[in-house]
């Protein structure tokens, strides 16, 4: 019998957003769940929390890390790292999948493919992603927590070079660009995304782009 590649399996992102300096040991744990790697972003979470606002400490430091795995692996991973990390406490961190449509350039993912997962996928919430000049990323946060968004978090995809790109999801993405990540229950989605347009008038040429995708599974939102 032939051999699976890896086109024959569903694979998901694993996205993981926990405070400054947490990253690598996600990264390990994930790892011994049969991850084969992953890439660590620097971003800044935001919170309606009154007394953080009050103390000007209303922006965290964060650490994204994005990994792409197998679906049994990666609900194997999750599991272990909310178990490890606790996501269900408050400031601990979230943690989510969602699918991947295809996949090049990852010869090296492993795993036992022929389990399957125990875990019940969520479709209650959607990930909206808004890319946009530099210095704008706040309106964003601000227009989705007017249409009920309880936050998000901003990563700023900067180069070493004014002439250097980033790249998330193979998209190239300028160094004076910032992209927010915003998790939100899906009855919200559509309102949220609305009140994020309106305000920075996404449909004029250069003023950025929004694009929503389902989140399978997630552990971290109360």
Known sequence: MKEKTPEHYDFELICVIVNFGIGSKVLKLAKQSGVTGGTVFLGTGTTKNRLLELL?????RKEIVLMI???TIAYKALEELNRKFSFEKPN????FCISVKNILGLTSLKGDYSKKSGGVENTMYNVIFTVVDRGK???VI?????AGSRGGTIINARGSGIHETSKLFAMEIEPEKEIVLILSEQNLTE???SSIKEKIKIDEPGNGIIF????NKTFGLF
Do not use: F, P, R
Not at 56 to 60: C, N, P, R, S, V
Not at 92 to 95: L, S
């Open 142 to 146: 601000e227009a989705a927590n007017q």
């Open 191 to 193: 309102t949220i995304a």
């Open 137 to 139: 990323a706040d309106s």
């Open 92 to 95: 601990h961190g979230i943690a």
């Open 69 to 71: 795995a197998e679906k």
């Open 56 to 60: 000007d400490l209303y922006e965290i």
């Open 212 to 215: 929503i995708q389902d989140v």
